[in-house]
DNA sequence: AGCATGACTGCTT
DNA sequence: TAAGCAGCCATGC
């Protein structure tokens, strides 16, 4: 038996569901306002479950999208309007629940 | 029971 | 900016 409940996996389903179009969110973030107790928790999550959620629209907080289908992900978001420089997302322009304070 | 792995993060060099 | 290191938690052998 898990330590995480099905309620928290179905959480990180929605969150990333709920995520528009053009922005993107951090493992890191999902899993803060599911309640995981740590980000690798959602990579799980959508490794098993991720079939049906756009899991192209979440990302590391490098910027920079998952080894495995990290060329798949660059080309699904640039689709969609996400800023990309050099292979890498602009976090501070399409990241969600964080306002860039500005430079 | 113990060790290795992974779609991670933050801090330090 | 890049690279290295430790912490983190569930899963598989």
Request: hydrophobic share 40%; with cysteine; glycine share 10%.
């Amino acid at each position: 038996m898990a330590a995480i409940t099905e309620e928290q996996v179905e959480l990180v389903r929605a969150l990333i569901a709920a995520i528009p179009p053009g922005r993107v969110r951090t493992y890191g973030d999902i899993a803060d306002e599911a309640g995981l107790p740590s980000p690798r928790l959602t990579s799980w999550v959508l490794r098993t479950d991720g079939g049906d959620l756009p899991w192209h629209r979440v990302i590391t907080a490098s910027g920079r999208p998952a080894a495995p289908v990290r060329r798949r992900q660059l080309e699904l978001l640039a689709a969609e309007g996400v800023p990309i420089v050099d292979d890498r997302v602009v976090l501070r322009r399409c990241r969600i629940g964080v306002d860039g304070d500005g430079p």
